[in-house]
């Protein structure tokens, strides 16, 4: 789309929505290209400013086979694809508002009681998103605009005003929302946090101390310049901490018979549905199903709680003063009610346990077989997976404890994240195919180790 020459909003939004199907699959935040767009609707339109440039808040209903789903975008006249969140004037307009804790026609800016703003800064987006789109504005605040909207209060938001609420160290601090009403429904479309210029992504530092360690001929891991050990052990107890500071801001539960029964089904369920698209998985299925049945004979209660949900390398920042955790919305794909549900802590923990595995293995995707490469990976791999379950063990609460004492469930959950993954690498990197699918040999104790 080009810029327009016309300064109605009306006209406006009527031509972006004509070039939205065409427009959207192009997109890195759209969550529907595995399915064509047939059908674009406005359902909210709020006009921002009418002087040129014009900005507009637009909601739109994107309707592809079998589903219907509420995405968000802030146009503009004068830009290029009418994309405002990339021009830095237009996005300033938008922390202006939230400074003002202005409402314009239902849509609310509005910042944390304790904060105030500083206006006048310009925004610009992160371009390594994925699902969302995040603006920075100078080195102060980033600004989430949530691409996709779930009906209601994000998960995000919700628990990390909880977090802030309770002293938590490990996230960074709440600062604003922008909400609105769609479906008669309270919705978070944007979330304003602290800013931390010095920050950087787990995944990031994993990644850049396997390549250390692959480049060493003879050293074990341990004895590498750039060892993640320390920091994966300081990752667990920051990781730890998060859960406790849950526990004590929205309490906890105990799983009881159906509860455990629901979850080995569900995993069963999952695993059913993936072999039957991806045939590689089979020669594992009985060992899968041995490992999910296993998890009901965990002993002791089982603590289930508000968690991250969607916790790996990339979720997670290291900063001068320690590890933060970030994108508390859980899994992109599953339902809000899956999202928002009460869960064992355990699935994070092995969400960043795959995590490691694959920080470990990635160098070696698409390359010709290395036994030596694939013998320090899997080195690699123990050590800061060890040192993570041991730094989470020291500064676990009492309700969850030492996840290495409960073995069945942990590998239950790894197993179930893994054949997640399966799913995930088969319909988009099919060459990454082959590490969850080792993961799985090795785990369960079908391949080599």
């Given at each position: 789309m080009n810029p327009r020459t016309s300064t109605d909003p009306r006209a406006l939004v009527a031509e972006v929505v004509a070039e939205l199907p065409g427009l959207l699959p192009a997109q890195r935040w759209f969550g529907g290209k595995d399915r064509p767009v047939t059908g674009v609707r406005p359902l909210r339109t709020t006009v921002l400013s009418e002087a040129d440039p014009v900005l507009v808040h637009l909601v739109v209903e994107v309707e592809q086979p079998?589903?219907?789903?509420?995405?968000?975008?802030?146009?503009?006249?004068?830009?290029?694809?009418?994309?405002?969140?990339?021009?830095?004037?237009?996005?300033?307009?938008?922390?202006?508002?939230?400074?003002?804790?202005?409402?314009?026609?239902?849509l609310v800016f509005e910042h944390e009681p304790d904060v105030t703003l500083n206006k006048g800064l310009r925004g610009r987006p992160i371009t390594a998103e994925q699902s969302n789109t995040s603006l920075v504005f100078g080195s102060q605040y980033i600004l989430k605009l949530f691409r996709k909207l779930t009906l209601g209060e994000n998960p995000d938001l919700v628990l990390q005003r909880a977090l802030h609420r309770v002293g938590c160290e490990h996230i960074a601090r709440p600062l604003g929302s922008i909400t609105g009403r769609l479906d008669g429904q309270v919705t978070t479309?944007?979330?304003?946090?602290?800013?931390?210029?010095?920050?950087?992504?787990?995944?990031?530092?994993?990644?850049?101390?396997?390549r250390d360690l692959m480049a060493e001929g003879d050293l074990h891991a341990d004895e590498v310049g750039g060892d993640f050990a320390g920091e994966a052990q300081r990752l667990g107890q920051a990781v730890a901490t998060v859960h406790a500071d849950l526990e004590r801001a929205l309490g906890t539960e105990h799983a009881d018979a159906d509860d455990i029964d629901k979850t080995v089904r569900a995993m069963t369920a999952?695993?059913?549905?993936?072999?039957?698209?991806?045939?590689?998985?089979?020669?594992?299925?009985?060992?899968?199903?041995?490992?999910?049945?296993?998890?009901?004979?965990?002993p002791g209660a089982i603590a289930i709680q508000h968690i991250h949900g969607d916790l790996h390398l990339g979720q997670v920042l290291r900063t001068v003063h320690g590890w933060l955790l970030i994108d508390f919305e859980g899994e992109p794909g599953a339902p809000i009610?899956?999202?928002?549900?009460?869960?064992?802590?355990?699935?994070?923990?092995?969400?960043?346990?795959?995590?490691?595995?694959?920080?470990?293995?990635?160098?070696l995707v698409g390359q010709p077989e290395d036994h030596q490469l694939a013998v320090r990976a899997l080195e690699w791999s123990r050590r800061n997976r060890a040192a993570f379950t041991e730094g989470y063990a020291e500064a676990a609460a009492s309700s969850v404890g030492d996840p290495r004492k409960r073995g069945y469930l942990l590998r239950a959950f790894e197993l179930d994240k893994a054949v997640y993954e399966v799913s995930y690498e088969h319909a988009n990197r099919p060459e990454w195919l082959t590490v969850p699918l080792s993961s799985i040999a090795r785990i369960t104790g079908e391949g080599k180790r």
């Open positions: 079998d589903r219907r789903e509420p995405y968000q975008l802030l146009v503009s006249d004068t830009v290029d694809n009418h994309d405002a969140t990339g021009d830095p004037e237009l996005a300033g307009r938008l922390l202006d508002l939230l400074a003002d804790g202005a409402t314009v026609d239902g479309v944007g979330m304003l946090q602290q800013f931390l210029p010095d920050a950087v992504d787990g995944w990031a530092m994993a990644t850049t101390s396997v999952r695993l059913d549905s993936v072999v039957a698209a991806v045939p590689e998985l089979r020669p594992y299925v009985p060992a899968l199903r041995e490992a999910f049945e296993a998890a009901r004979d965990t009610a899956e999202r928002t549900a009460l869960r064992s802590p355990l699935r994070d923990v092995a969400g960043m346990l795959r995590s490691f595995d694959y920080a470990a293995h990635q160098l």
